[in-house]
Every structure is written in C-alpha cells, then in structure tokens.
C-alpha cells in the first residue's frame, strides 16, 4: 500500500507511504564508503556517515549553505511516512545521495532529495523480542548492518535491499535486545544488548563483517573470576546490567573504541551489589581489534538511582591552560558532563546540563526527592562541538521525582528488575536543557529552555547554526554563538530521534525524525516520519 501526502505550497511533492515488501529503484550502486572514507568522514561536508556524522562524534559539518540569514526561510521539500507508532529514534545514514532509516522491524532506503523509495527490508523475527526503539545502521562496503530486537545482527545489500547473511549474535530469550547502531570498522562490526533492568548480563562483542562470526567479546559486567567482578559484593541475589543502548565512538588512528554503559541491576537496591560495580556507567575503552580493556572512567560508582552513562562522544582537541589537548565529553542521566583528557586520562573539568539535588542522599523506602529522576538528565542523543567557537552543545532533560527503595527485594520473570520505584513530578513540571559549554573551561555561555524535555539530536554547522527539535514537535535552528532562535517549523510529531545535515546535487539539506517517544514521555503518538528542509530556490 502506498499512499501519497498533502503537498507543501511552492515546492515538492511530499511522498508518504507504507511500503509491503520489496521495492527497487534504478541507480545509486552503492559499493561504498571505504575505510578510508569512514576515517576522513568528519571531512566529509556531503554525505552523514555515522550515526553522529563521524567516529569522533563531533556532529559538526562544514557547509555554510544554511545560514543566519537565510535559516528563516528553510521549508520541508519533501516528508516520508513510514508508518508504525512505535518509538522512533533512528539516526538517519546518507551516503551518496541515499539516506537509510530503520524502525523496530523496517530497514528503508531513501532518496535523500526526494523522499523516493529504493528499497524497504522488513525484519521477521526469530526470537522473543524486547525493547521496541531502533537507533539505526551503519554502512560500510555496500553493506548495511544493522540489529534486531530479537538479538540478530543484519547485513544487508545497500543498493538492491537484499538480505545477505542474519546472525543470532545475543540471546533474545534471555532479554537482550540490540537497540544501538553498529560500529564498523575494517572487517569487524561491533555492538553490545541492551536490557539492564531484565536484567541481562551486559557485554560488548566484534562480528565479522562478511558472515557475523563472532571475534571478541568484553563483559562490561564481569563474570566471576573477571577483572572487576570483585566490585561486585558475593551474593546468591541476581544481579547484572552493564548493557549497552547508544552510539559508540572510534578513535581509528589509534584503534580505541569508547563505549558507554548502563547502570546496574537492580537499579535502586544496593543491598545486594555492594562495591562500585564495574563497569557499570562507566566509559569503557577498548582495544579495537582484541577487545581488550585499556582504561575506563566510571561517572556514578555504585549507582542507585538508574544513571546510565549514555555518551562517550564527541572525541575532539581543545586548548586547555594554554596547552593544546585530545579529550573527550562523557555525558549520561546524572545531569553531569564530564571532560577528560584521552591521553593522560586526567579529568578536567565537570559541569550541570541539568538541574542536580539531593543526588548523594541514601534512598529509603520512604522515598526521596531527587534532580534528576531515571528520565532525567542526557538520554540517547548526545553532545554536538563546534570547533570553530570551541563549544560544546547538550541537549538534556529536567525532571524530578522521588526514589522509593522497596522494602523487600523481588525478581518477577517478566518485570523490571529495579528494587523500588521511582514517583515523577507531574510532566506539566518536566523540562528541557539546551546548554551551549565552553570547551577549554566548562563555563556555561547560554542555555535554550524548552517547555519540555530536550531528547532530539543536535547539529553544528561551520555556519554556526545549530538544528535541533522539541518534544512539542519543533524543528528549531538556533545561532550557535548566544542561541537566538532563528526558525521554528511544526512537523508531523514529537522531534526525539536523529537530526543531520549534508549536501546532495550541490544543494545543502537538513533531515529531522520525528514520531513516537516511549510511552513514558507524555508526547502524543504520531507515525515515524523523516522530513527533509532546505532552502527555496529562486523562483520557487
């Protein structure tokens, strides 16, 4: 079935549809990009190549195109509906002209221009599904890889759809679920399950690229006998988490992979995994190739409130007292950015995106007020940097509410594992964050408020614009330099998955996702949707 959309006034034809099986277009052969094009895709003003632009993350990209004084006028050109109401998260992948989406089940090919279907893959599952939210693909070689929520690993044709190989690579009975975007990188694609609060036992693990052979696997919660288990007191009781749920960074000329993991299960009940429980919201960083720890940052040490760590990007280089530094920006639900330096893994500096109280009180089962809640802080679209003003942009989320410890531990098949509850603020008191931070200091130079929580991606530009959106359905563009809005438009729902930017017939164009958040949210269901700005052409 296929259905057509309204269309914008002046412009395009807004294609929308619903697409049962397989559709094939002709042109765009897609036998790329490269390794060495995935290396140089921070460079790389045309195409987003990774679900934050580039292995660094940095979400910056040199096109100037869109400017301050142009950005009023940006208008939709095309919309595609993909229909479903289920979250929609994706991080949209263009590569030469093509832009490639997925939701929970649905892996689909876009003309980036137009809106026009190549291709749409459905995924049958195989196994018990888990969480609904799909973060997207990555693409390498004529290969899109992507996960499922039954726990497969995906390689799929880029230019005609086609499936080439599946492969069970986590235990969907069990819980785990694969909700992050791959990492490819020479012959191996890495990804890890989320599913802390089942809870499963978390872990990181490198597949062949060519058939999904498993290489390496890292337990980012150590099994007995591990280095780290005995941050984890001895008990009969279950215990796990340490599972992994957003993008990954790569610093390639090194060979250092940085990950992000989630918090330990259960969430709210220390009692039974006393210690810090390594390496529970912690950066992990990995070597590459072997899967081998070469150091880690934990950001909340024996956390009791559900604090994942979220982001481990973006990787970039400011002057830090004079001294010119390769750092990176850690970011998680504890409200806290956190920069390090990469090489002498020194911490710099740390700095509020969000509201923070009573953050170290020991929880009861009485309950306590705590800023931020479990929905709180930065959740699965991190930090954007500009390095030509050495800024540094989040977007987060502020709401509160009270921590109940249970009374009596209990683990129901079935049911999240967290050993309490937590009791928000009412939602007409949750709010949103954008903080713009000076990199070399951490001093907060502006912040954007929004009515609601701030979950959308963001973009930077060399134009030093910044595209975003709000729950409210917003697509924003704001100055980079003291954040003055410079557009509002509406689209069809809630903006909380991937926003980028890139170039295509010479002409610069911003995609922004919007639909469903998880129930949890308050936003009001809509279908999974891509729209796609730029600027009018003469006469049009």
Same mark, same amino acid.
Request: charge should be neutral; include cysteine.
């Given at each position: ?41 921070? $460079? ?19 096109? #100037? ?7 009023? +006028?940006?208008?939709? *050109? ?25 939701? +929970? ?14 291709? %749409? ?5 195989? =196994? ?79 597949? @062949? ?19 780290? =288990?005995? &941050? ?13 749920? /957003? ?22 009940? &220390?009692?039974? @995994? ?37 982001? #481990? $990007? ?8 004079? *001294? ?5 920006? *850690? ?40 800023c931020p809640g479990v929905l709180g802080g930065v959740q699965w679209n991190g930090p954007a940097f500009n390095p030509r003003i050495n800024t540094l942009y989040v977007n987060s989320v502020e709401w509160c509410g ?12 079935? %049911? ?14 949750? %709010?949103?964050?954008? #903080?713009?931070?000076?990199?070399? /200091? ?18 930077? /530009? $060399? ?10 359905? /917003?697509?924003?563009?704001?100055? =980079? ?6 557009? %509002? ?50 006469? $049009?």
């Open positions: 079935m296929t259905r057509v959309g309204r269309r914008w006034p002046g412009l395009t034809l807004v294609v929308s549809g619903l697409l049962v099986g397989l559709v094939v277009l002709p042109g765009g052969a897609q036998q790329g990009p490269t390794q060495a094009e995935l290396n140089a895709a921070a $460079s790389n003003a045309s195409d987003w190549l990774l679900p934050n632009h580039d292995y660094g993350g940095q979400r910056f990209v040199e096109l #100037t195109q869109i400017t301050p004084e142009n950005a009023p +006028s940006l208008r939709p *050109v095309c919309s595609y509906e993909i229909g479903g109401i289920r979250p929609f998260h994706t991080n949209p992948i263009v590569y030469r002209g093509v832009m490639y989406l997925t939701t +929970s089940h649905a892996t689909i090919a876009l003309d980036a221009a137009t809106c026009q279907v190549r291709w %749409r893959h459905d995924w049958v599952p195989k =196994a018990r599904e888990n969480w609904p939210q799909s973060r997207g693909v990555a693409v390498k070689e004529g290969k899109i890889v992507r996960g499922t929520l039954d726990g497969y690993l995906l390689a799929i044709d880029a230019e005609s759809g086609r499936l080439l190989w599946e492969r069970a690579a986590a235990n969907g009975d069990i819980g785990e679920t694969f909700t992050m975007p791959p990492v490819l990188v020479e012959d191996l694609v890495i990804a890890g399950p989320a599913g802390n609060e089942v809870p499963i036992k978390g872990w990181v693990g490198a597949f @062949r690229l060519e058939n999904g052979e498993q290489v390496w696997r890292f337990n980012t919660r150590p099994r007995p006998g591990e280095p780290g =288990a005995e &941050t984890w007191s001895a008990t009969d009781v279950l215990t796990g988490g340490g599972a992994v749920w /957003t993008p990954f960074s790569l610093d390639p000329a090194r060979g250092l992979l940085y990950v992000p993991v989630g918090n330990p299960a259960p969430d709210l009940y &220390t009692d039974v @995994r006393r210690g810090d429980n390594l390496y529970t919201n912690s950066m992990v960083v990995l070597d590459v190739r072997s899967g081998k720890l070469v150091w880690h940052y934990q950001a909340v040490p024996n956390d009791f409130h559900d604090w994942d760590l979220t982001q #481990t $990007s973006p990787l970039f280089s400011a002057e830090v007292n004079g *001294v010119r530094r390769q750092l990176v920006a *850690v970011v998680g639900k504890d409200g806290l950015l956190h920069v390090l330096d990469r090489e002498t893994r020194a911490h710099l500096y740390q700095v509020a995106v969000t509201r923070r109280e009573n953050v170290d009180v020991p929880l009861t089962t009485a309950g306590v007020y705590v009270v921590f109940r410890k249970a009374e009596t531990l209990q683990h129901v098949p079935g %049911r999240n594992y967290v050993g309490g509850r937590w009791s928000p603020e009412p939602l007409e008191q949750a %709010r949103g964050w954008l #903080t713009a931070i000076d990199a070399s /200091t951490g001093t907060i130079r502006w912040r954007y408020a929004s009515r609601r929580p701030m979950l959308a991606a963001i973009v930077a /530009t $060399s134009a030093d614009l910044l595209f975003t959106g709000e729950l409210d359905g /917003t697509f924003l563009v704001l100055d =980079a330099r003291d954040g003055a809005v410079l557009h %509002r438009f509406n689209v069809p729902g809630p903006m909380n998955g991937g926003v980028v930017t890139y170039q295509a017939g010479g002409r610069q164009y911003v995609a922004a996702t919007s639909g469903s958040a998880t129930y949890f949210w308050g936003a009001p269901t809509a279908p999974a949707t891509v729209t796609i700005f730029a600027i009018p052409r003469p006469g $049009s």
